[in-house]
């Protein structure tokens, strides 16, 4: 600032021509008029002498003392735009201009800094307005120089996350496997998957994990929110097992045995196993299910993740009744009526569960029909049940049975019985 030098307020006439000179005091320098002030740090008081030379060598002098004071300065405000995970960074730099240092911060929620040094974290700072004063200087009577302030608002961008590094442990049989469902909890959604290993087994988020062989395999999610904010990447760790197909044999049973799924063989140490009626049926088949004769089952093991393993067929021989490698039928040959808890039925054995839709007549010694039965009648107790002798006990005696499977493969057989009465 140039400033034009003159007297205390003496009304006095001034010289003014090119005999007067100014000095400086404190430095004894000549100084020019008018006067370029110094840059001010804080105050400064100057302290001149004002001396005049006639041509007849008369001299006089004055003396001019001024302070002068600074005007901080809080600089000019800015926009800043961060990300919450940004490091934190110096909000004074963020001025413009030639700010004070002496000043101090405000901010959001009654934010009071001591001093004009503030570091600003965007993970712990709240976003907003926050406003650089210096204070005011002067002599607090005459001269006074107002303080200002300016304002810096921060805006606190949210980036996105794409959360830990993850483990999954998946079976080939499951075919499919949806990564977003492997991603973690915590993670934002609406990122992409990359194969880091190129397997090829990767299709936006689901893998084909069909196509793989057993082995583990890293895939990446990755997150991109605002585009000032860097991207976060976890990387999915994904471990595919798989469990060879069973090795079995066709298996044979005798009609009688009234073979169930439980009786079927297969070396399943450390497996357990399910069994199947096809090779893409997704229901199990109950233990307690009967065998059909020529009938095709399938069985998987299943390790102890649950994994499950291709399957294979077995195929269900059925031996007939009169087959030499299975004991026939042990129908009792006699009964007896005496209510002593032995004989007193017929004992079909295992009939009725091979051949459900089987029917049996008995006959006396004459021919004549006395009983006839199937799954839904009672087993002949020396009653008869056909019309005319309805309840009647029969005597003792032989009688005659035929039992007819009623399976059509299986031919009707007869024997015969005593009735002890």
Same mark, same amino acid.
């Given at each position: 600032?140039?400033?034009?030098?003159?007297?205390?307020?003496?009304?006095?006439?001034?010289?003014?021509?090119?005999?007067?000179?100014?000095?400086?005091?404190?430095?004894?320098?000549?100084?020019?008029?008018?006067?370029?002030?110094?840059?001010?740090?804080?105050?400064?008081?100057?302290?001149?002498?004002?001396?005049?030379?006639?041509?007849?060598?008369?001299?006089?002098?004055?003396?001019? +003392? @001024?302070?002068?004071?600074?005007?901080?300065?809080?600089?000019? !405000?800015?926009? %800043? &735009? *961060?990300?919450?995970?940004? #490091? /934190?960074?110096?909000?004074?730099?963020?001025?413009?201009?030639?700010?004070?240092?002496?000043?101090?911060?405000?901010?959001?929620?009654?934010?009071?800094?001591?001093?004009?040094?503030?570091?600003?974290?965007?993970?712990?700072?709240?976003?907003?307005?926050?406003?650089?004063?210096?204070?005011?200087?002067?002599?607090?009577?005459?001269?006074?120089?107002?303080?200002?302030?300016?304002?810096?608002?921060?805006?606190?961008?949210?980036?996105?996350?794409?959360?830990?590094?993850?483990?999954?442990?998946?079976?080939?049989?499951?075919?499919?496997?949806?990564?977003?469902?492997?991603?973690?909890?915590?993670?934002?959604?609406?990122? +992409? @998957?990359?194969?880091?290993?190129?397997?090829?087994?990767?299709? !936006?988020?689901? %893998? &084909? *994990?069909?196509?793989?062989? #057993? /082995?583990?395999?890293?895939?990446?999610?990755?997150?991109?929110?605002?585009?000032?904010?860097?991207?976060?990447?976890?990387?999915?760790?994904?471990?595919?097992?798989?469990?060879?197909?069973?090795?079995?044999?066709?298996?044979?049973?005798?009609?009688?045995?009234?073979?169930?799924?439980?009786?079927?063989?297969?070396?399943?140490?450390?497996?357990?196993?399910?069994?199947?009626?096809?090779?893409?049926?997704?229901?199990?088949?109950?233990?307690?299910?009967?065998?059909?004769?020529?009938?095709?089952?399938?069985?998987?093991?299943?390790?102890?993740?649950?994994?499950?393993?291709?399957?294979?067929?077995?195929?269900?021989?059925?031996?007939?009744?009169?087959?030499?490698?299975?004991?026939?039928?042990?129908?009792?040959?006699?009964?007896?009526?005496?209510?002593?808890?032995?004989?007193?039925?017929?004992?079909?054995?295992?009939?009725?569960?091979?051949?459900?839709?089987?029917?049996?007549?008995?006959?006396?010694?004459?021919?004549?029909?006395?009983?006839?039965?199937?799954?839904?009648?009672?087993?002949?107790?020396?009653?008869?049940?056909?019309?005319?002798?309805?309840?009647?006990?029969?005597?003792?005696?032989?009688?005659?049975?035929?039992?007819?499977?009623?399976?059509?493969?299986?031919?009707?057989?007869?024997?015969?019985?005593?009735?002890?009465?």
């Amino acid at each position: 600032m140039i400033s034009l030098l003159n007297t205390n307020g003496i009304e006095d006439p001034i010289y003014e021509g090119s005999l007067g000179n100014w000095f400086d005091l404190d430095s004894g320098t000549a100084i020019a008029n008018p006067f370029t002030i110094p840059t001010i740090d804080g105050q400064q008081t100057f302290n001149f002498v004002y001396t005049t030379s006639t041509e007849n060598n008369c001299v006089d002098r004055a003396n001019l +003392s @001024f302070t002068i004071y600074e005007a901080y300065q809080s600089g000019t !405000g800015a926009t %800043v &735009d *961060v990300c919450n995970d940004d #490091a /934190g960074f110096e909000l004074f730099s963020e001025l413009s201009g030639a700010p004070n240092t002496n000043g101090t911060w405000t901010g959001p929620n009654g934010f009071v800094s001591t001093s004009n040094i503030l570091n600003f974290d965007p993970a712990t700072f709240e976003a907003g307005n926050y406003i650089y004063a210096v204070p005011d200087n002067g002599n607090g009577t005459e001269v006074t120089c107002p303080g200002t302030s300016t304002t810096v608002t921060v805006n606190i961008i949210q980036n996105l996350s794409a959360g830990s590094n993850m483990q999954a442990t998946v079976c080939r049989s499951d075919l499919q496997v949806n990564l977003l469902t492997l991603i973690d909890p915590l993670a934002d959604t609406g990122g +992409s @998957f990359s194969d880091l290993d190129m397997t090829n087994a990767l299709s !936006g988020s689901i %893998v &084909d *994990v069909s196509i793989l062989n #057993a /082995g583990t395999y890293n895939f990446e999610y990755l997150v991109q929110g605002n585009p000032l904010c860097s991207s976060s990447a976890a990387t999915i760790m994904l471990t595919v097992l798989e469990v060879d197909a069973p090795l079995v044999q066709n298996q044979s049973f005798c009609l009688l045995e009234v073979a169930q799924i439980s009786d079927l063989q297969i070396d399943s140490e450390g497996f357990d196993f399910n069994w199947y009626d096809t090779t893409t049926s997704t229901d199990v088949l109950p233990t307690d299910l009967i065998l059909v004769n020529g009938e095709d089952y399938y069985v998987s093991l299943l390790d102890s993740h649950g994994c499950e393993s291709d399957r294979a067929r077995v195929i269900v021989t059925l031996l007939a009744l009169n087959d030499a490698s299975c004991d026939g039928c042990a129908i009792n040959d006699g009964i007896s009526d005496n209510d002593d808890g032995e004989n007193e039925l017929l004992d079909l054995c295992n009939l009725p569960e091979v051949f459900p839709n089987f029917e049996i007549e008995i006959f006396n010694r004459y021919g004549t029909i006395v009983f006839k039965g199937n799954n839904n009648t009672p087993l002949f107790d020396g009653t008869s049940n056909v019309p005319l002798t309805i309840g009647n006990k029969l005597p003792s005696g032989f009688y005659f049975y035929v039992f007819n499977p009623n399976d059509t493969s299986t031919a009707p057989f007869q024997g015969s019985v005593y009735l002890s009465r």
